[in-house]
């Protein structure tokens, strides 16, 4: 996956409003919201009651999600599920969207996830001011003293600005340590391809023909992995050794084979999945303070 670190690409910009731009991260997230949209309206459609084949799986995914909302925000806050629910979907797929190659993850775009970040924000501030008036909301600031009002209110600033930071900075530093690592290995391939080209097609063919060799040798006797790996590597390093001398296909970069599609499922897969966890839960978290029980309201007037 590439990742161009200097910001999201403009694509065009809308000549209203002082200009609205179109960046690879509005294309992104339209997708996305495409994607759930359509997937949404297909997977309700001609329920059954007895449920078969992908019903299934929908339902049991929906039924964890309501029970991870219940126990994490408790029973009288099941309504926030759907909004839950929407915030792990987009921020799932929106980092699983950079592996097309072709469309940049929406969360590595800090004013995305920083959107849900206040979102989450509003919610907290609207049933604050919902569950103690106005009055009652600014009188929080100013507890458990007057003195640590200023404290209060950067803590307030601070945990939207701490969610969408930790979200964003995890994505796309994964995108950036992959890009280099992917430049630094074609460039170290074309410093190997080109030492081989440079004495000729015999260098390559000699590494291929001692590949080969490696490669019997452990299918035939001495089943080390060693073999194997070495074999293996000799034997490619030595095809496009020759191709490079015979400028039949120049430039391959051959020592990133792999690796960085490895670090990629990492980083957009497991990290990816792992982001959109952990800032869903924070939200249940928060959200769920902002909306305690009936009775915790009650003993608390």
Excluded at 15 to 41: D, K, R
């Amino acid at each position: 996956m590439e990742l161009n670190v200097t910001g999201a690409f403009i694509y065009f910009t809308i000549p209203i409003f002082g200009g609205i731009p179109i960046t690879q991260t509005t294309v992104s997230s339209f997708v996305v919201a495409l994607i759930l949209i359509i997937a949404s309206i297909c997977l309700g459609r001609n329920l059954k009651k007895r449920p078969d084949g992908v019903q299934v799986l929908v339902e049991k995914g929906v039924s964890m999600l309501y029970n991870m909302v219940g126990e994490s925000m408790g029973e009288h806050n099941l309504h926030w599920a759907p909004f839950i629910g929407t915030i792990f979907l987009s921020s799932l797929c929106g980092s699983f969207i950079g592996l097309t190659g072709f469309l940049r993850s929406s969360t590595a775009d800090l004013s995305c996830v920083m959107v849900w970040a206040l979102s989450v924000s509003v919610i907290i501030w609207y049933n604050g001011i919902k569950n103690n008036g106005f009055v009652g909301w600014l009188k929080g600031f100013t507890e458990p003293i007057v003195a640590m009002t200023p404290m209060n209110i950067i803590s307030e600033i601070a945990q939207p600005v701490s969610m969408a930071f930790r979200h964003f900075g995890n994505v796309a530093g994964g995108g950036v340590i992959t890009s280099i690592l992917y430049i630094a290995l074609s460039g170290a391939s074309a410093m190997l391809l080109n030492a081989i080209a440079a004495n000729g097609i015999l260098a390559g063919a000699v590494l291929l023909a001692v590949g080969a060799v490696l490669l019997v040798m452990n299918h035939l006797k001495w089943h080390k992995k060693r073999f194997l790996i070495l074999g293996g590597a000799c034997a490619i390093i030595g095809f496009f050794g020759v191709l490079q001398a015979l400028k039949i296909l120049e430039g391959v970069p051959v020592l990133a084979f792999g690796i960085p599609a490895v670090l990629s499922c990492y980083f957009d897969l497991f990290s990816g999945f792992v982001q959109a966890y952990v800032f869903t839960l924070l939200s249940m978290v928060y959200i769920g303070n902002s909306c305690p029980a009936p009775e915790k309201e009650e003993a608390a007037q």
